[in-house]
């Protein structure tokens, strides 16, 4: 126990550094199917399961953020899942608030069989914009991508995660947007000193992302209460852009590169196979600007998760 204290005070003492980085769980690549692994063994096996989560941020000038999440994943065979996840957000700052509907996944895993101490899976997504990210103030003034509930794009998901002795865990992936720009109105003229440190974002078009985690799986209390502390390293491809007053586009400099974050699962098992999640994580590295609106300071996720129609044995 006194192993387990130590390393996550270690971990959350490392959140607080005063930074600001790229929120992971809201690009959503690395917070769905093969990509988050908790490294939980149930004593018994179930068919599916259903999670909802509630996750605190604290964002770009102040915004806060709660985001809400609802997932569904079933076993269609013991190589095979297919999985939902529908999410929303509440975001209140400076500029105003805006609550609604964010994105809807749709993924398959496919889990290969096992080599001795070396397990890999393999995932593939599509996210889809269940809003526009053209949300505006009380005052009918456009909100920044800060504000918004969604990229407002439709994006590939792709990625690969490894495991090793069932406590090494490497994962890998991308998300490539395939629609192009999104439908936000912001723009920010430099006479606008009210809007802080905002990029404009009209009809916003954001870059790729691949990323790389890695992470160690501690157990205890005979495996009900698990330990994953994880450095996730996020690269984006390219500069993003948008479109300025008179539709021309323009890159916003500086928005390509590397965010390194630091963050911590903690799980616990209980008699019956539910299973309370909690994750925090903070930057150490990021991209000197971050117009998508994913820039936080920290990331507080709590999410329960019951299992459904057991297995036959």
């Not at 957000?89 to 994105?103: F, I, Q, T, W």
């Not at 526009?132 to 439709?154: C, F, H, N, R, V």
Request: hydrophobic share 35%; charged share 20%.
């Amino acid at each position: 126990m006194k192993k387990l204290l130590f390393i996550t005070g270690l971990c959350l003492q490392t959140m607080i550094i005063p930074s600001f980085g790229q929120g992971c769980s809201d690009a959503g690549f690395c917070s769905i199917g093969a990509l988050k692994d908790n490294g939980a063994a149930s004593e018994q096996t179930y068919n599916a399961s259903l999670a909802i989560g509630v996750g605190l941020g604290m964002g770009l000038e102040a915004t806060s953020s709660i985001t809400s999440y609802l997932e569904y994943n079933h076993a269609i065979t013991s190589k095979w899942n297919l999985g939902a996840k529908i999410t929303g957000g509440l975001y209140d700052g400076d500029l105003g608030s805006n609550a609604g509907p964010g994105d809807l996944y749709l993924s398959g895993s496919y889990l290969p069989k096992s080599k001795g101490n070396h397990k890999f899976s393999f995932l593939a997504s599509l996210k889809a914009p269940l809003s526009t990210s053209d949300a505006k103030s009380d005052k009918d003034i456009p909100l920044p991508m800060e504000y918004q509930s969604s990229l407002g794009t439709l994006d590939f998901i792709g990625g690969i995660s490894y495991l090793y002795k069932n406590k090494w865990e490497i994962s890998t992936g991308f998300q490539l947007p395939l629609s192009g720009a999104n439908e936000n109105e912001f723009l920010r003229f430099p006479s606008d000193s009210i809007k802080g440190d905002f990029n404009s974002t009209r009809e916003f078009e954001r870059a790729d992302d691949v990323l790389i985690r890695a992470g160690y799986k501690l157990k205890f209390m005979d495996n009900k209460l698990l330990l994953k502390p994880n450095i996730l390293a996020i690269y984006h491809l390219a500069e993003d852009s948008y479109s300025d007053i008179f539709n021309q586009r323009r890159k916003i400099e500086n928005s390509d590169g590397l965010t390194l974050n630091a963050g911590i699962m903690i799980t616990r098992i209980f008699k019956n196979n539910h299973q309370l999640e909690v994750i925090a994580a903070a930057p150490l590295v990021v991209r000197e600007e971050r117009p998508d609106g994913l820039t936080r300071s920290f990331v507080f996720n709590v999410q329960y998760q019951i299992p459904l129609f057991k297995s036959k044995k």
